[in-house]
């Protein structure tokens, strides 16, 4: 697993690896010791880490740069972690620019 994935997406939420290991319930040393490559992670570990940040096992492990697999109503991977700070209407004003930007260049 890409231990700097992990890492990354625990900063961005602004947690500790304590606070972490509390919400997914993975105690503390195992928790340290796969951030930091020391041990593997399992199967379902690897399940409760793409439920917690919502992003594709792929992108976890380090195969993918797309958070997502084939959600395009999802625009997570464009907020860097913000998703709660915004609202419904913010979110949509952003999937509409997004739809914008990407018919401005089919026409190109």
Not at 1 to 22: D, F, G, I, S, V
Not at 68 to 82: M, R
Request: aromatic share 8%; charged share 30%.
């Amino acid at each position: 697993m890409n231990k700097n994935r992990l890492k990354q997406l625990r900063q961005e939420r602004k947690l500790t690896l304590r606070e972490l290991a509390e919400k997914v319930n993975i105690s503390f040393p195992n928790l340290n010791a796969m951030e930091n490559g020391k041990i593997g992670i399992s199967n379902e570990n690897i399940d409760t880490f793409c439920d917690f940040y919502n992003v594709s096992a792929d992108y976890l492990l380090g195969r993918s740069n797309y958070r997502y697999t084939n959600d395009k109503s999802n625009i997570s991977f464009a907020l860097g972690g913000l998703e709660d700070e915004l609202t419904d209407k913010d979110k949509e004003m952003i999937l509409n620019l997004a739809q914008s930007l990407a018919d401005k260049n089919k026409d190109e």
